[in-house]
């Protein structure tokens, strides 16, 4: 059951803290507003949901978590540091050494075989996995040695998955990672993103349009037209197999 809560009064491990942050996107003579003074704090080691439609802002808020992006107005505090001042070779080392990301469509290299694919990941990284460990996880260790071509939609998020998870980040970044894939295979997904959530203690943040997802995470964030309408905590989160949508 889904219920709007206050947080709890004992301190959490605020991994990030968003301050009043805009975002606003100059084109031609029109402004366009995408985030209009969002707040929001996330923790270390939550699965954290933020749920809106198109338009909403919600991947413009993700890309500025992940350094791809960065605010007109506000601040953004990684742990200790503020993000939101970063240059972009702060910015650079910030992705590589902490942040993971999954997008709705693959992004795999056509040419490189699953096994290689997750490799690329860990060559970039500080304190990297083991590639067939890894795959081994999202329940591919059988497929390591196929091609994209060869895997179906489903397989090819999972390498996506595996290839982000390598490399230890602290945070996964997840955008609409079902949007591509049918009802399913969907659920296959969202088992391995919690599976990373739960075993490994990532913070996993998930942007979707989907509603129903939201009923397996910790916390639910609703935006609407830039802002954040309100926050949902589940104080029993459902398991992926209870999911229908």
């Not at 056509?110 to 290689?116: D, G, M, R, S, V």
């Not at 996506?160 to 955008?175: F, G, T």
């Not at 913070?203 to 639910?220: E, S």
Request: glycine share 8%; proline share 4%.
């Amino acid at each position: 059951m889904m219920t709007t809560s206050v947080e709890p009064s004992t301190k959490r491990d605020e991994i990030f803290s968003i301050d009043d942050v805009t975002k606003n996107y100059v084109m031609g003579e029109v402004t366009v507003s995408a985030l209009r003074g969002v707040s929001l704090d996330v923790y270390a080691g939550e699965f954290l949901v933020i749920l809106g439609p198109s338009g909403s802002g919600k991947s413009t808020l993700l890309n500025i978590i992940g350094g791809i992006d960065t605010p007109t107005n506000g601040r953004v505090m990684f742990r200790e540091q503020e993000l939101s001042a970063y240059k972009e070779s702060q910015l650079t080392v910030y992705r590589r050494n902490h942040i993971g990301f999954v997008f709705q469509f693959y992004n795999l290299m056509p040419n490189l075989t699953a096994e290689e694919n997750v490799e690329m990941a860990t060559e970039i990284s500080t304190n990297p996995l083991v590639p067939s460990d890894v795959l081994d996880l999202v329940q591919l260790g059988e497929r390591r040695d196929h091609f994209p071509a060869q895997l179906s939609g489903g397989e090819q998020q999972r390498v996506a998955i595996a290839r982000a998870v390598a490399k230890q980040p602290e945070i996964l970044l997840c955008d609409e990672p079902t949007g591509a894939l049918d009802f399913t295979t969907g659920k296959i997904v969202l088992k391995v993103l919690h599976e990373v959530n739960r075993k490994m203690g990532t913070t996993v943040i998930v942007i979707t349009h989907n509603a129903d997802i939201g009923g397996m995470a910790d916390r639910v964030v609703r935006m609407h037209d830039g802002g954040v309408r309100d926050i949902i905590v589940n104080e029993t989160p459902k398991g992926v197999d209870e999911l229908e949508w």
